[in-house]
């Protein structure tokens, strides 16, 4: 196998070239996804493992395994001709590979604070395998400082390797949004720093075969607030348009109407949402940062609280849904789409209905239909099964699966008066009255009355 400790740009400029190189993506998230399908549709040899058997069941078929339809397609294509292959087993994949994508993320606490365990795991298991002359690229959101201290050390402890001598070691934040997906690497600004010269002009040539847009950092810690920033400012934004819906809904006015007056173009990033998953871990590793310097970020902690807040405002506006057409909370069944992943907002809002009575069904369109949830609530393996009978359907998922929601099949199977509450602003509220429902939506306070 080929070694990239001195990989130049003529080295990898055709795909012939590049079929040369094993390119191993360990996390097969969204993020994982994403790497999976922009460097085998480079021509690399891609690999793709993951501690979570069900995951590399889906990925194995293509299906199910990524919120954005034609990224499975292509997975699929590269699935059928070998060019990318799926295992269960870390050691094996990481010692057949030449570049090594790192697309784990850290988890929070119950009490909002990193826990590292589960990722210095990963880190040793990969070090383990990790071979000379190999490019280790991590592409998860990181907190100021652990690039350097924990991976680093980690891996050069655990192979007996030096970065920059043995291997090569470099940071690409790519940031995932469920609500606004990336289709493709291949228009979308990567930002990369590296541990020395030698990693950052090896991995900038790499990711440069995947997109043109590729920016340096001559630091890897900028490169860590770089991302940390971008999503406490997206953050602070959501926090605004949640407060301005809010007050929109306690008013009567419907806030999309304002809000339309005001953007430019199509401005997203201005739009109330309940599902904010991303930045919240994003922003809680800001905040935790920070505090780890003896500083106080106010502002990131207030949009925080305010974000997390939303979640009882979507509780109150689902049960004035409910008591319009005479049903309570309390004894009324709730279909919630969303997602089974936990400490999410799908999770928040069940446990929050559930507190109040509801009997609560879960519908994840990212699941495959064998598979099942342990406790409550149950999970449902089709859309179908998840709103038959129900009184509400609440929508928590952006998923490019529902773009074809069948409105008019659905409320022939719920309980009439069916209600329907869109907590992330993706269904045309008139659409939703037309077919017979009660709509409710976060800064939709008008709707029905017009």
Do not use: W
């Not at 210095?120 to 490019?135: R, T």
């Not at 920059?164 to 291949?186: E, R």
């Not at 409910?322 to 999770?347: E, F, P």
């Amino acid at each position: 196998m080929p070694s990239v400790l001195k990989l130049q740009a003529q080295d990898v400029d055709s795909k012939e070239k590049r079929a040369k190189y094993t390119v191993s993506i360990i996390g097969c998230g969204q993020n994982g996804i994403l790497y999976a399908d922009a460097f085998a549709e480079a021509g690399y040899k891609v690999i793709c493992n993951d501690d979570n058997p069900s995951l590399l069941k889906r990925l194995t078929k293509a299906k199910n395994c990524c919120v954005v339809p034609e990224i499975e397609s292509r997975l699929k294509k590269h699935i059928n001709s070998g060019n990318l292959t799926i295992s269960s087993t870390r050691k094996s994949t990481v010692s057949q590979s030449d570049i090594i994508i790192l697309a784990i993320n850290v988890k929070m606490d119950p009490k909002n604070k990193s826990d590292i365990s589960e990722l210095k795991a990963a880190y040793k298991q990969v070090g383990v395998a990790l071979k000379q002359g190999s490019l280790l690229i991590y592409g998860g959101i990181s907190s100021f400082g652990a690039t350097e201290t924990i991976l680093k050390e980690t891996l050069e402890n655990t192979s007996g390797l030096k970065v920059g001598m043995d291997f090569l070691l470099a940071y690409n934040p790519l940031q995932f949004s469920k609500t606004y997906p990336i289709k493709s690497l291949n228009n979308t600004e990567l930002i990369i720093a590296a541990a020395d010269s030698q990693s950052l002009n090896v991995a900038t040539d790499v990711l440069k075969t995947l997109t043109s847009k590729v920016k340096q950092a001559n630091q890897i810690k900028i490169a860590e607030l770089a991302v940390l920033f971008k999503i406490a400012q997206h953050d602070a934004c959501t926090a605004l348009a949640n407060e301005l819906a809010v007050f929109c809904e306690n008013i009567g006015m419907d806030y999309f109407r304002v809000q339309k007056l005001i953007s430019e173009g199509d401005d997203s990033s201005f739009c109330p949402t309940i599902d904010e998953e991303e930045n919240r871990k994003g922003t809680y590793l800001l905040i935790e940062s920070a505090e780890n310097f003896n500083v106080k970020l106010r502002l990131p902690a207030l949009s925080r609280q305010i974000n997390e807040e939303i979640v009882k405002c979507a509780i109150n506006l689902t049960q004035e849904a409910l008591r319009s057409c005479d049903k309570s909370l309390r004894r009324s069944s709730v279909s919630v789409i969303g997602t089974t992943n936990q400490d999410t907002a799908t999770t928040r809002y069940i446990n929050a209905a559930i507190a109040k009575g509801a009997k609560v069904t879960l519908y994840d369109p990212l699941l495959a239909k064998n598979e099942t949830l342990d406790g409550s609530p149950v999970l449902k393996r089709s859309l179908n099964e998840a709103v038959e009978g129900a009184d509400c359907l609440v929508i928590l998922t952006s998923q490019e699966q529902l773009e074809q929601l069948s409105l008019k099949k659905i409320k022939t199977i719920m309980k009439s008066p069916a209600v329907f509450v869109d907590l992330i602003g993706i269904e045309n509220p008139k659409k939703v009255q037309t077919e017979g429902f009660i709509y409710r939506g976060i800064g939709r306070g008008i709707v029905d009355k017009t």
